[in-house]
């Protein structure tokens, strides 16, 4: 019981990835798939046909939504374990 007790809180502050996806617009979650991959600002703009600075915006509105500071935290809110 205490081993599963220590890992709990560990859980009630992650979310997990479906669930966060979920909190995103279908847009958002075109940009924050190519984000986790590294895809720079520049390279998604031109994938999606968006300038830069909506990519850049969109990117800063995941991020609030998802609680999450960079790509790295925002790659781990959408991971899933399969």
């Known amino acids: 019981m205490p081993a599963g007790a220590g890992s709990q809180p560990m859980h009630e502050n992650m979310l997990s990835g479906n669930v966060a996806m979920q909190r995103l617009t279908p847009a958002e979650r075109l940009v924050a798939a190519m984000a986790m991959r590294g895809t720079p600002y520049?390279?998604?703009?031109?994938?999606?046909?968006?300038?830069?600075?909506?990519?850049?915006?969109?990117?800063?509105?995941?991020?609030?939504?998802?609680?999450?500071?960079?790509?790295?935290?925002?790659?781990?809110?959408l991971r899933t374990d399969d």
């Open 42 to 77: 520049k390279s998604i703009a031109r994938a999606l046909d968006k300038s830069p600075a909506t990519v850049r915006n969109q990117l800063h509105m995941i991020y609030r939504k998802l609680g999450v500071s960079n790509r790295t935290a925002l790659s781990c809110a």
